[in-house]
T-cell receptor, first 111, second 109 residues
Framework: DVKVTQSSRYLVKRTGEKVFLECVQD?????MFWYRQDPGLGLRLIYF???????EKGDIPEGYSVSREKKERFSLILESASTNQTSMYLC??????????FGPGTRLTVT | DAKTTQPPSMDCAEGRAANLPCNHS???????VYWYRQIHSQGPQYIIH???NNETNEMASLIITEDRKSSTLILPHATLRDTAVYYC??????????FGKGTRLSVIA
């Protein structure tokens, strides 16, 4: 079974803090994704990576950056957290048939 | 991407088969049908996908009509843990995912 893990299920941070969200997959997938999910807005793509050290902006990259130093690990960084970044953050990796496997999600609250 | 239409909600008795329909009448020949579900407060879960033929895995079966304009996801013996929102997605090669409103399935004891 594909396993995608995320570093935290719940996180509370203060405005202006730098926040790191980590994601690890164990299936040797090349493509990994970071989404956020908000009520009424559905899933929105923040960044994706198609290989180590390669990254592309998604639909809403502002205020975020990513890092992929190893194939199995994809990190999302909030440079200076703001209250409008309170959300559920979901990491996914993609299999050969373009199916995506998601982690459990990190519910981030910025106060 | 082809548009999909799903009923907003369905109920199913525990232990019975849950049949979730999806209409995708504008599907093109090289578009796949994917199904995901999301249980409350958890990440989405991939269930199954298909192109033309019916597919079955350990979670579900996918029945695609011969004209490919609709499909049905079948959970053969629904349990309370199958209560979730189910999403049908039709895409050529889905890059990022976009979920519609889906079908909220309630499995009732």
């Amino acid at each position: 079974d594909v396993k995608v893990t995320q570093s935290s299920r719940y996180l509370v941070k203060r405005t202006g803090e730098k926040v790191f969200l980590e994601c690890v997959q164990d299936m040797d997938h090349e493509n990994m994704f970071w989404y956020r999910q908000d009520p009424g807005l559905g899933l929105r793509l923040i960044y994706f990576s198609y290989d180590v050290k390669m990254k592309e902006k998604g639909d809403i990259p502002e205020g975020y950056s990513v890092s992929r130093e190893k194939k199995e690990r994809f990190s999302l960084i909030l440079e200076s957290a703001s209250t409008n970044q309170t959300s559920m953050y979901l990491c996914a990796s993609r299999g050969q048939a373009y199916e995506q496997y998601f982690g459990p999600g990190t519910r981030l609250t910025v106060t | 991407d082809a548009k999909t239409t799903q009923p907003p909600s369905m109920d199913c008795a525990e232990g019975r088969a849950a049949n979730l329909p999806c209409n995708h009448s504008t599907i093109s020949g090289n578009e796949y049908v994917y199904w995901y579900r999301q249980i409350h407060s958890q990440g989405p879960q991939y269930i199954i996908h298909g192109l033309k033929n019916n597919e079955t895995n350990e979670m579900a079966s996918l029945i695609i009509t011969e004209d490919r304009k609709s499909s049905t996801l079948i959970l053969p013996h629904a349990t309370l843990r199958d209560t979730a929102v189910y999403y049908c997605i039709v895409r050529v090669a889905p890059f990022s995912l976009v979920f519609g409103k889906g079908t909220r399935l309630s499995v009732i004891a």
